[in-house]
């Protein structure tokens, strides 16, 4: 009989924590190979916890995408979204806390002082777009004042977007992860159903279309899904709190509800595989991002 040394499987949870328009959804993106997270130019795009699932022959990373921590905003969503980043601080395996280059500001101070003084998992401190940096020579000091200010188990420079140092990085968690058995199969991507995902995509196509004019108080609710022989039909509701914000989605003529709806088409055909008839229409629901029975009935948890 021959010996055979078995490698044990590793599985576990990593948190991608952070302020707004960081990259972490970014990274769990680029890290997973397929589009989870929906991403914007714009801060407060991701509005949930999102899990990204990635599996390898000996291990399956589950990520914690989270909303972007903030302050100074008190809507019941503002809440919502804190809490839903705030709560994978723990009961997690790793945390990774995200920054975007060398650009240290009073949001990273507070998302700082939100990690426990004396971590019982490792906290890493993943430095991205470092793509963009002008003089990577102050990357090495950077580094060096902020391991004196917290015990990050590991500091990791990379770019999400053009895939830097990525490698490294997964290295560098999967080494942390327990020990254990995969938790989900290994093929399934997200914990979120197909339904959350197309609402995503059309809210993603939304934030992308609008420039500053609509602030992020627009949600999206599937209303309908058929699956028929060749084609699933999909009625979606875009909500926003205001007259002003529905004439701008719909645009001159309709124009721009039509882009957003085609864009979305596309996307979705793309993930269920199969061909789709979207109706969107623009509902006005006054009020819906500071009111906790409206946020649970769209599938927020209930802020504190
Ligand atoms: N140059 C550069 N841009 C990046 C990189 N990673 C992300 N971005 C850009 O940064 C912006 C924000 O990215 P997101 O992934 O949506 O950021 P986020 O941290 O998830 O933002 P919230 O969900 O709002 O908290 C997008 O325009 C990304 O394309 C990077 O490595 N380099
Ligand atoms: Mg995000």
Not at 4 to 17: D, F, K, L, N, W
Not at 18 to 42: E, W
Not at 87 to 114: I, N, Q, R
Not at 267 to 272: G, V
Request: glycine content about 6%; overall charge negative; charged content about 30%.
């Amino acid at each position: 009989m021959t010996e055979q040394t078995v490698t044990p499987t590793r599985c576990g949870m990593v948190s991608i924590v952070g302020r707004p328009n960081v990259g972490k959804s970014t990274l769990m993106n680029h890290l997973i190979g397929q589009k989870v997270s929906i991403t914007s130019r714009k801060p407060q795009t991701t509005r949930h916890r999102i899990h990204g699932i990635h599996t390898r022959d000996h291990y399956q990373i589950v990520f914690a995408d989270t909303p972007g921590i903030h302050t100074g905003q008190e809507r019941a969503l503002n809440r919502a979204m804190n809490d839903a980043a705030v709560s994978t601080l723990s009961g997690v395996d790793v945390v990774c806390m995200m920054v975007d280059g060398l650009k240290w500001t009073p949001g990273d101070e507070h998302v700082l002082s939100l990690l426990p003084a004396k971590p019982d998992v490792p906290v890493l401190l993943i430095i991205n777009k470092v793509d963009s940096l002008e003089d990577k020579a102050e990357l090495l000091p950077y580094i060096e004042s902020l391991s004196a200010r917290y015990p990050f188990d590991a500091v990791i420079p990379v770019s999400a977007l053009k895939e830097q140092n990525l490698e490294q990085l997964e290295k560098a968690l999967v080494e942390r992860l327990p020990e254990g058995d995969f938790w989900y199969d290994e093929d399934q991507l997200t914990d979120r159903s197909l339904r959350f995902m197309a609402a995503e995509i059309i809210r993603e196509k939304v934030v992308r279309q609008l420039g500053q004019e609509v602030p992020h108080q627009v949600s999206v609710e599937v209303e309908l899904w058929e699956d028929g022989p060749r084609v699933t039909d999909i009625s979606a509701a875009i909500l926003v709190e205001r007259r002003g914000q529905k004439k701008i989605l719909i645009g001159d003529k309709g124009e721009r509800i039509k882009q957003i709806g085609t864009q979305a088409r596309e996307d979705i055909e793309r993930l269920i595989e199969r061909r789709v008839m979207l109706n969107l229409w623009v509902k006005i629901k006054a009020g819906w991002s500071d009111d906790a029975r409206a946020l649970r009935s769209l599938g927020y948890d209930e802020p504190r």
